[in-house]
């Protein structure tokens, strides 16, 4: 009896305990082993990356300027990669060292590099490359061969073009969602629709493709069709660079646009950005200058005062003043510099040789309510609706509210105290193009989804008419003779082709309303042509930081226009109006003569 006793306490603790330990061992299984265990419920959603939609020129799909191209990136886990058994069926596992030789094989790395990746364990997903390769996707992707990979699918934006037309296109961040230009504009219609997979796993985590439940494909975003010539584009850009390294600008703009449409065929903005790197883009950089830049226009505006003069009735172009600053009639005139007037000057001269005194007496003659009126109606003071965010208003204070004081009656008129857009300016100078028709300036011709179906198409759509057909025509004559010796654009004139054009030199302000830099200008020339059927208007504007003997605009942004001109007109096939006027002008004339004088009293810096 006593050993029977014994052992009851012997074994009695001894089952106990093994009775907990089976208890606990149930419930560690149960954790880590699936209830159907003979079929296995490895549920997976996936989403699949749609294609963002392409970027095309004028001429569509066989010039493309941005396209999305799709790409695997891959990413080493060293956990991963050390714990996982990898093996083919009825071989031994495979050591790691070959796993990793397998991975820098595949992605052309080097073994030791891949391999001192491989041995930083608390580094988890570390960038390995990306590639577009099926084949290394097929490779990476296959258990039986490597483990410790992550693949995800990616898309690359690739601007076709590098730098061109970059404040135009805009670019994307990281997650594919447009940061600046059309890719911003056109964000919603360029994305496109995810697609999804909803299906199983085996334990080695692929797919069971006959136990797929749902299989969504993505839709690809829309494509933008733009009016965009690339080869006026390529032009545009080459002699805008060219102006700003032969006159020593520090940044530059201009805008080729169809005078009967209001289509932009060329728009480029210095210095320019790499769409790819945007990030590490500076923010002045980043300023699309033809639409998203207010500045003072300096003399093209005296078109616009003359122009409205004449339509209103209140002058002609034979219409006699004085050249005398010293007026009692006016209160506090612009001078013109060191130029030395007859004392008598028409309004046709006044345009040619830019006269501000004539100018500023007709603005003030004319009356700040007259000539804001007319001023809005070419669409100044407010967005012409181009399709790219940021663009600017200008400024033109209402004369209603009493914002113009009488200085303002004679500066406004000759391009200050007012601020423009390069985009505003264009728009103006094509309704005296078109016949005093102002169409609505547009670089969007359609939106395509990638079924076929347009979204947008953009048809030519005239906005008003701020002047009548006559004084259009009598405008264009009068700036006739800007590009001759006479004027003040000699440089600007094309051989066999008439241009209306006008220059502008426009002192630039100091920021905050204190006054003007002493010698420091933006120099523009904007011009119509063939004047005698226009098709083209070319402005152009260069912006100096420094003193140069090249700051007028008829000196540096007219030779750039002309060669912008020069190109769109022989590449768009445009016939000579004037065939047998094709002598080049004389280097030198009483105008430089003039800036030479003023180059000196101001110390600026000579470029001879």
């Not at 690809?220 to 690339?230: C, E, Q, S």
């Not at 033109?396 to 406004?412: G, Q, T």
């Amino acid at each position: 009896m006593p050993m029977r006793g014994e052992n009851c306490r012997f074994w009695l603790p001894v089952l106990l305990l093994l009775g907990f330990a089976a208890y606990c061992s149930q419930k560690l299984v149960r954790s880590h082993i699936d209830r159907e265990v003979d079929a296995p419920n490895y549920v997976f959603k996936q989403q699949l990356q749609a294609r963002r939609g392409s970027i095309y020129s004028a001429y569509g799909k066989n010039y493309p300027f941005v396209k999305s191209v799709p790409f695997w990136e891959y990413h080493l886990d060293p956990v991963t990669l050390t714990n996982a058994v990898v093996r083919r069926r009825g071989e031994p596992r495979r050591p790691k060292e070959a796993i990793i030789k397998t991975i820098a094989d595949a992605l052309r790395l080097d073994y030791r590099k891949v391999k001192a990746m491989a041995e930083h364990s608390e580094k988890r997903f570390q960038l390995l490359a990306r590639s577009a390769d099926p084949e290394v996707y097929a490779t990476l992707a296959d258990s039986r061969l490597v483990a410790g990979v992550a693949i995800c699918d990616r898309q690359v934006r690739q601007y076709l073009h590098g730098r061109r037309l970059s404040h135009v296109l805009g670019s994307v961040n990281a997650e594919q969602v447009g940061s600046a230009g059309i890719e911003q504009r056109f964000d919603r219609e360029m994305t496109g629709t995810p697609g999804t997979i909803l299906g199983m796993r085996d334990a080695r985590r692929r797919e069971l493709y006959d136990k797929r439940k749902v299989s969504i494909d993505p839709i690809p975003g829309a494509d933008v069709y733009l009016t965009i010539d690339h080869n006026i584009q390529f032009e545009a850009e080459d002699a805008l660079k060219w102006g700003l390294s032969e006159y020593g600008a520090g940044s530059g703009w201009c805008i080729v646009m169809d005078s009967r449409t209001g289509a932009i065929l060329a728009m480029a903005s210095l210095p320019d950005f790499d769409p790819a790197r945007y990030g590490r883009t500076s923010d002045s950089v980043k300023i699309n200058r033809a639409v998203a830049f207010n500045f003072e226009p300096g003399s093209v505006m005296k078109v616009i005062t003359a122009a409205a003069a004449i339509d209103a009735g209140f002058v002609s172009p034979g219409t006699v003043y004085s050249t005398s600053r010293d007026d009692s009639r006016y209160y506090r005139l612009p001078g013109d510099g060191s130029h030395h007037w007859e004392p008598t000057m028409t309004v046709r001269d006044a345009i040619v040789h830019s006269s501000n005194i004539v100018i500023g007496k007709l603005s003030y003659d004319f009356g700040p309510r007259r000539l804001w009126t007319y001023m809005r109606r070419f669409g100044f003071g407010e967005q012409t609706g181009i399709e790219l965010p940021g663009e600017q208003y200008g400024i033109l204070p209402d004369p209603n509210k009493r914002m113009w004081d009488k200085a303002s009656w004679s500066r406004a008129g000759i391009g200050q105290f007012v601020a423009v857009t390069a985009i505003q300016l264009a728009s103006a100078y094509q309704a005296i193009a078109n016949d005093g028709l102002r169409m609505r300036p547009y670089l969007v011709d359609r939106i395509v989804e990638a079924n076929g179906i347009e979204l947008l198409h953009r048809s030519p759509l005239p906005l008003g008419r701020p002047i009548s057909a006559r004084t259009a025509r009598v405008m264009r004559d009068v700036m006739l003779e800007v590009a001759s010796p006479r004027g003040t654009a000699r440089r600007a004139a094309i051989r066999g082709y008439s241009v209306a054009g006008k220059t502008g030199t426009a002192q630039k302000q100091i920021p905050g309303g204190r006054g003007y830099f002493v010698g420091l200008y933006r120099a523009s020339f904007c011009g119509i042509v063939p004047a005698s059927e226009p098709r083209l208007v070319v402005l152009v504007t260069l912006d100096f930081d420094q003193r140069t003997k090249f700051h007028q605009g008829g000196n540096s942004a007219g030779p750039v226009f002309k060669r912008i001109a020069t190109a769109a007109l022989r590449y768009l096939m445009i016939e000579p109006d004037r065939p047998k006027e094709l002598e080049d002008y004389a280097d030198e004339d009483e105008f430089d003569k003039i800036m030479e004088t003023r180059s000196k009293k101001y110390g600026i810096i000579s470029d001879d």
